[in-house]
């Protein structure tokens, strides 16, 4: 713990709804989930205006749908909008300091005192609240709570202590007046689990966290996790903001509408996330080897396999031939609910096969003599499986704009952009040729004939 108040956190406000409500003019004041949108979807994150019906991250998209009105928008991830989004915060947090730790693509920590800051409370509260504007201004509206302290853990509670786009400044000597009357589960590694363990020896909040001792703590959550909530319950934290922390594993999972059992489709799934695993190493320039699959059986137990390559690897044909190889051992008895596909032990390097060709893998050597074998045809794909709520698109005729709603045949779309007003609704025929997949609208007007234009 510090002298100085000069460990800032920020935590954007229900970050992936305030996107799309920012680049969706019509949801705008009204409840929005943002998540998966089929059967086994979870939500990941829900607006403020969604969170008054009791609609929150982690819960079943199926429970957010029952809880929330009608008009409710659910919509599907738009990852690229919400990174443009983040580069632009953090690139503004590293205006203020060289030390940030991004937590995630909407938190992160800053050490003011490795800038050159007036770090009295006055002088952090008055940063904090120029950052928020700057963050506002820069983002096109999106808002985010912002805590400074002595320690992460004190900044962390700060964000946490007033939001949506609150500013909470704890002054050094306060951080036990702030910590101790708040509930157990606002500290870092107290999950349900150690939550109820702790309610039954009469633990509530952290100040009767505080009152147990060494001893008790270490018998009841273990040596390692009973002596950080010892040192938590105190506001001990010394722990460093540590720069730019590595990327160490690249995976991509999906969740089935049903539990599958038929190896050749869930060979199919494989490719897929392989081909995107794949993508994504390339556009990063990293290659790993170590390839692991996620399972998620029909009875929600969860296991993953891996295997180790000789060489790194960016090629989706060997990430999905190892894949695969691992979902045989493993076997799908039962069916599985889940799949994931990831690649580990990252580098900048891959050797590869400097003679293979891209257009496939190699034929077998006994290709010649071996007798035909007739593929069972594919089924045919509904047209608006192209289609996702949410999803950027553009057409030739009406613009840009994005998917409301899908299904026989057809999709709707609403024609409106991030610095347009609310736009029409069109139903079009879901193999409309001129319907097009489009990159997330910019959110910035249009200045000297540059930046966001949605015409």
């Known amino acids: 713990m510090r002298r100085e108040a000069s460990i800032l956190h920020l935590d954007l406000d229900a970050f992936f709804a305030a996107v799309e409500q920012r680049d969706k003019p019509s949801l705008r004041g009204r409840p929005v989930v943002v998540g998966g949108v089929g059967g086994r979807g979870v939500v990941a994150t829900a607006s403020y205006e969604a969170r008054a019906y009791g609609a929150r991250s982690a819960m079943s998209t199926a429970e957010a749908r029952r809880r929330c009105p009608a008009g409710t928008a659910f919509l599907g991830g738009r990852f690229a909008a919400y990174r443009r989004t983040s580069d632009v915060v953090m690139e503004l947090l590293r205006e203020l300091s060289p030390l940030v730790e991004p937590a995630s693509l909407d938190e992160a920590y800053v050490d003011l005192g490795a800038g050159d800051h007036d770090l009295s409370v006055a002088g952090v509260t008055a940063l904090g609240r120029a950052l928020k504007e700057r963050i506002a201004d820069a983002t096109g509206g999106v808002t985010g709570s912002v805590g400074i302290g002595t320690s992460k853990l004190m900044a962390k509670i700060g964000s946490d202590l007033d939001k949506p786009d609150g500013l909470v400044v704890v002054p050094p000597g306060a951080e036990l007046d702030v910590l101790h009357p708040l509930p157990v589960t606002r500290l870092g590694g107290v999950g349900p689990a150690t939550a109820e363990r702790l309610h039954q020896i009469g633990v509530k909040t952290v100040a009767d966290l505080a009152a147990k001792s060494l001893t008790d703590l270490v018998s009841l959550a273990g040596r390692a996790h009973g002596a950080g909530l010892y040192a938590l319950a105190r506001a001990e934290d010394d722990r460093p903001v540590v720069p730019d922390r590595g990327v160490k594993s690249v995976s991509h999972e999906e969740t089935f509408e049903r539990d599958l059992t038929d190896l050749v489709v869930l060979g199919r799934e494989i490719d897929?996330?392989?081909?995107?695993?794949?993508?994504?190493?390339?556009?990063?320039?990293?290659?790993?080897?170590?390839?692991?699959?996620?399972?998620?059986?029909?009875?929600?137990?969860?296991?993953?396999?891996?295997?180790?390559?000789?060489?790194?690897?960016?090629?989706?044909?060997?990430?999905?031939?190892?894949?695969?190889?691992?979902?045989?051992?493993?076997?799908?008895?039962?069916?599985?609910?889940?799949?994931?596909?990831?690649?580990?032990?990252?580098?900048?390097?891959?050797?590869?096969?400097?003679?293979?060709?891209?257009?496939?893998?190699?034929?077998?050597?006994?290709?010649?003599?071996?007798?035909?074998?007739?593929?069972?045809?594919?089924?045919?794909?509904?047209?608006?499986?192209?289609?996702?709520?949410?999803?950027?698109?553009?057409?030739?005729?009406?613009?840009?704009?994005?998917?409301?709603?899908?299904?026989?045949?057809?999709?709707?779309?609403?024609?409106?952009?991030?610095?347009?007003?609310?736009?029409?609704?069109?139903?079009?025929?879901?193999?409309?040729?001129?319907?097009?997949?489009?990159?997330?609208?910019?959110?910035?007007?249009?200045?000297?004939?540059?930046?966001?234009?949605?015409?």
């Open 272 to 455: 897929a996330m392989a081909a995107r695993v794949g993508k994504r190493l390339r556009a990063s320039a990293f290659s790993g080897r170590t390839v692991t699959l996620k399972l998620r059986r029909y009875d929600f137990t969860t296991l993953t396999r891996s295997q180790t390559l000789p060489q790194p690897t960016d090629d989706p044909r060997h990430i999905a031939a190892t894949a695969r190889r691992l979902l045989a051992d493993a076997g799908t008895s039962g069916g599985l609910r889940l799949l994931g596909v990831g690649v580990s032990g990252l580098s900048v390097y891959a050797q590869g096969d400097l003679f293979s060709e891209d257009d496939g893998p190699e034929p077998a050597d006994d290709a010649d003599t071996a007798p035909a074998v007739p593929e069972e045809p594919e089924p045919p794909v509904p047209a608006e499986s192209r289609w996702w709520p949410g999803q950027d698109v553009r057409h030739d005729e009406h613009g840009a704009g994005w998917v409301w709603g899908r299904g026989l045949g057809r999709v709707t779309v609403r024609f409106e952009g991030p610095t347009t007003d609310p736009g029409p609704v069109r139903t079009l025929r879901a193999d409309d040729p001129g319907l097009h997949a489009a990159d997330p609208p910019d959110w910035r007007p249009v200045v000297n004939g540059r930046a966001g234009s949605d015409a």
